[in-house]
């Protein structure tokens, strides 16, 4: 069943956060919400303009629709990743996205605050919530690669007026991650202080954090056992560091790069195990399994495991 994300924000803030994951393919839609409902956690499809171009809208959209009538159990919103003002007005204008994000985040603050501000008055209109950015995230993000240099934490003082001035629901904040598989050297952990600071100015409202994944060392290892190149020295985020976060605010933690490592681990392993078969199938299958039981493990990390009881409930009479 696909629900507000306000919603889902409501019953998880303080607690535990949502998984928000991102999806391109067919394989990875059936194991995520094999994986959901295994953990019997709500959870968050995203979608990126990437994805929207390489699957095709039409396609993610009936890719959806079919998995929510064959699993009928799960509870989930689906939300735009990473949007620009046009891809917003698309998504709200389609009636089919619970809530959009617009990353307006390398604008400067008052630009941001404007477009921002924008695609809030015609998604409240509609009845749909709307995720901003303020920070600058290191990584690789839409193709646009942030150095580590250029990447900026958020101000909390910051944080508080762009919120009051644009009436976004939920804010995606820099913390300390980057996207994709290459983050930080040796250990950094999040800028709790930040987080801290953003919560004692916005309290109750939903924080997002963006480049989640861990990076598991074992993962890199295993795909460069099979031929990979991956950089061994890449690490992500501590996933036992998410239910502090939690617990000060951060609702919506974003993860994809580790979801591709499964698939990549997944693909390099079979053929180089199996270099006589053909049959795509096959080593689909596994994958399907294997990221199902990846969002188990996620959803442990992140507390969304076994709530998915309390979110049925709180959604009760509505739905
Ligand atoms: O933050 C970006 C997400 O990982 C989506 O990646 O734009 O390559 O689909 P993508
Ligand atoms: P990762 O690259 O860490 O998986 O982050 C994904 C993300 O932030 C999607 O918006
Ligand atoms: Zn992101």
């Known amino acids: 069943m696909i629900v507000t994300t306000a919603e889902l924000f409501k019953v998880a803030y303080g607690k535990f956060a949502i998984g928000a994951y991102n999806i391109n393919n067919i394989e990875q839609a059936i194991g995520l919400y094999i994986g959901n409902l295994d953990a019997k956690a709500p959870f968050i499809i995203q979608i990126s303009k990437g994805a929207r171009k390489y699957a095709g809208v039409k396609m993610l959209e009936g890719v959806i629709r079919a998995c929510d009538a064959t699993f009928p159990e799960a509870i989930y919103a689906?939300?735009?990743?990473?949007?620009?003002?046009?891809?917003?007005?698309?998504?709200i204008d389609s009636g089919f996205y619970s809530s959009v994000m617009i990353d307006a985040s390398s604008e400067p603050f008052q630009k941001n605050i404007e477009i921002t501000r924008r695609i809030v008055d015609r998604a409240h209109a509609k009845g749909i919530s709307v995720e901003a950015e303020l920070g600058m995230l290191g990584g690789v993000e839409e193709h646009v690669k942030v150095e580590e240099k250029?990447?900026?934490?958020?101000?909390?003082?910051?944080?508080?007026?762009?919120?009051?001035?644009?009436?976004?629901?939920?804010?995606?904040?820099?913390?300390?991650?980057?996207h994709g598989a290459y983050k930080f050297k040796g250990s950094q952990g999040l800028h709790f202080e930040v987080i801290e600071a953003i919560q004692q100015r916005l309290p109750g409202f939903p924080l997002v954090m963006h480049g989640s994944s861990s990076v598991p060392q074992e993962e890199v290892a295993r795909i460069n056992a099979a031929g990979g190149k991956l950089d061994?020295?890449?690490?992500?985020?501590?996933?036992?560091?998410f239910t502090r976060a939690a617990q000060l605010g951060v609702t919506k933690v974003n993860i994809d790069t580790d979801g591709r490592l499964v698939w990549t681990r997944v693909h390099r392993e079979f053929f180089r195990d199996h270099p006589e078969k053909f049959d795509f199938r096959e080593p689909g299958e596994v994958f399907?399994?294997?990221y199902a039981a990846f969002i188990v493990h996620k959803s442990q990390k992140l507390g969304s495991s076994g709530k998915l009881d309390e979110v049925r409930m709180t959604l009760g009479a509505g739905h």
Do not use: M, Q
């Open 288 to 290: 399907k399994k294997e």
């Open 150 to 178: 250029d990447a900026r934490l958020t101000d909390p003082d910051d944080a508080k007026i762009f919120v009051e001035r644009t009436g976004c629901d939920s804010l995606a904040v820099a913390i300390g991650t980057s």
């Open 232 to 241: 061994p020295s890449a690490r992500g985020v501590n996933e036992n560091e």
């Open 78 to 91: 689906v939300h735009l990743d990473h949007g620009d003002e046009k891809t917003c007005f698309d998504c």
